[in-house]
Each structure stands twice: as C-alpha cells, then as structure tokens.
C-alpha cells in the first residue's frame, strides 16, 4: 500500500466499547479498549455523561495512562429530560440558560485538559408538529447562543455537527445549507462544521460537495466516517455501503488539505459486533481508501475527465484504483 501522506489520528465513538463488557462499564473500562486497537490513538469524551465520576485532570491522566490523545468534547444535552423541548431554543429561558451554562462548563473542562474542539450536536433543538415552534424566534435564540457559546472562549473551536432529525423530527439544523447559514449569521472565526458521513447521506446530500461548502464558506473542523443507506443515522463501518463516495470524500479532503482527525461514529452495538473488531475494520478500510484517494487526487485523467464531466472515463479511473484494472 502507498504511504499516506498527512495521515491524522484516528479516533472512535468511545460508548461503542460498552458491547460485551458486564454491568455499568466505566469511562475506563472503554478507553482501555479503545487503546487496545492498534492505530486508535485518540478519543472524544461526551460532557457531562463522561464527567459523572471523574474530573478534567482524572480524565486527562486516563487518556495519557492508555496512550490516547484528546480530540475533543462532544456536547450532550439529550440526557437531560429537562432539554426535551430544546436546549438552545426551548421556550423558557431559564432553560435555554441553562443549556448556556452547562455548555460553558464543558468548554472550561476542555480548555483545562489541552484541548481545543467543543462539537455542538443540537438534535434536541427543533419541532415534531406544525405550529409547535416559533420558527424566528427558535433561530433567533440559536444564533445568540452560538455566538454566546463562541465567545467565553474564543480559543476554542467551536463545530456544529448537523442531522435532520432525531430525536426531535424536524432539526432546526437539518442541512449543511442551514448550518453555514447559521455560522455565517453568528459571525465568529472560532465557529465552523463537523461533517458526519451518514449525517450527510440522510440529508440527502453528497458527501464532497458539502466539504467543498464547508471549505468556501466556514471551517472544517471534524469529519465523522460511518456509512449508512441514507434513511437514517445507520452508523454502519466505513465503505461498506458507500465506498465510491467515501473515496471522493477523502480526494475532497487532501485537496482541501485537511488533516484533523478523523472519527469513526459507528455503532457496532446495534448489531452485537465486536467493538474492538469493528474499530479495527474500520481503521484498515479508511487506510485503504485513503491510500486510494492519495493515487487520485493528482491525477490528470482524472482531473480532465471531471473538466468534462465525463463520467464513464473517471468511474473507468475510479474503479481500476479501487479495484485494479479488468483482466
């Protein structure tokens, strides 16, 4: 296999490592397996639920003791009953400062451990029913949070990661459209995007296009591989449904010259897998594809057959570097 060029650490859904283990598995117990895959070297930590037991220095000598860097924190909000109706947008503003705050405090924590990227997954905040939300309103208090949540620390980056729906039905953040529209509103350098494959399929979107957006318009600061059948969040392992377009993805990614790290939201438990197993898959697919997209990303035929949008000639090119050229 060609060298990678750029190559950044890989890093996994750290609940993913809950399958198999007995009783109420510990923040511990998940990063000891997550470590025991080879070429898994760092870790997102959700806030609060990974804070219960264990404070920001408790956490940092966890990660260190088993190897693994930080990447970053993942707000989540869902566990809370009290932000059902919305975090950033619920009706009452007690709670939407709340939301603020609790926020807040998992960007000091963050701050505190050496790490710089807070992802702001907002599925809670959005409407099941017609007539349920004031929709101007509903954005109007999103944009000021934002730019409330961007500024307590501006050193920090701050990445919004979009879904259409779930568990809400409607996602007041539903599309890349939205997203940018919404960073680009709130006005803050530290605000950008965190691009989740499956995320991406399910808003019927292509993967390297929204890249390219992200990139005109904001800042790519995460990118999540998974694959899915674009009906919902499937978390299924990378390229197994969707290998071209993952591969156009990671060319839109050296092109882009991304090299933050790259996360694999998958959801082994759904399927009883082997947490460990499916990380390593994962992790062989991606350096397989990557290498793949290392051999295209300069290629001139390829290069003049897109000019032309000439789709038989670079699917012909495409194919031979996935699979080799037909006997």
Same mark, same amino acid.
């Given at each position: ?193 965190? =691009?989740?494959?499956?995320?991406? @399929?399910? %808003? ?7 890249? /390219?957006?992200? +990139?005109?318009? #904001? ?76 051999? =295209?990303?300069?290629?001139?035929? @390829?290069? %003049? ?7 038989? /000639?670079?699917? +012909?090119?495409? #194919? ?8």
């Amino acid at each position: 296999m060609t060298d990678i060029p750029n190559r950044p650490r890989y890093a996994a859904r750290l609940n993913a490592f809950k399958v198999g283990l007995p009783g109420r598995p510990t923040v511990e117990d998940m990063l000891a397996r997550a470590a025991s895959v080879p070429g898994l070297d760092a870790a997102d930590l959700n806030f609060p639920d990974h804070f219960e037991h264990h404070t920001p220095a408790e956490l940092s000598r966890l990660l260190a003791g088993h190897g693994m860097a930080l990447n970053g924190l993942a707000m989540r909000y869902y566990t809370d009953p009290g932000f059902r109706l919305g975090a950033f947008t619920h009706p009452d503003r007690a709670v939407r400062q709340a939301a603020l705050d609790i926020t807040r405090r998992g960007l000091d924590a963050l701050a505190s451990m050496g790490g710089s990227l807070m992802t702001l997954w907002m599925g809670q905040d959005g409407v099941d029913y017609s007539f349920q939300g004031d929709y101007g309103r509903m954005w109007d208090d999103t944009i000021e949070a934002l730019a409330a949540v961007a500024d307590h620390n501006p050193a920090l980056s701050i990445a919004i990661e979009y879904k259409p729906n779930e568990p809400r039905a409607f996602a007041l953040m539903p599309d890349v459209g939205a997203t940018l529209l919404a960073v680009g509103e709130a006005g803050r350098t530290n605000l950008g995007v965190t =691009l989740d494959f499956a995320h991406v @399929l399910y %808003a019927d979107e292509i993967p390297a296009q929204s890249a /390219r957006l992200v +990139a005109r318009h #904001s800042k790519l600061m995460g990118v999540h591989l998974n694959d899915g059948y674009g009906k919902r969040d499937d978390g299924l392992m990378v390229g197994s449904v969707h290998p071209v377009q993952t591969v156009e993805l990671l060319v839109e990614l050296e092109r882009m010259g991304y090299d933050g790290v790259i996360y694999f939201d998958t959801f082994p438990d759904h399927g009883g897998l082997d947490p460990c197993a499916e990380a390593a898959t994962n992790i062989r697919m991606t350096d397989r594809l990557r290498a793949v997209a290392a051999r =295209l990303v300069d290629d001139p035929d @390829l290069a %003049a057959a897109m000019a032309r949008q000439d789709a038989t /000639r670079s699917l +012909a090119i495409v #194919s031979a570097a996935l699979y080799g050229r037909a006997r």
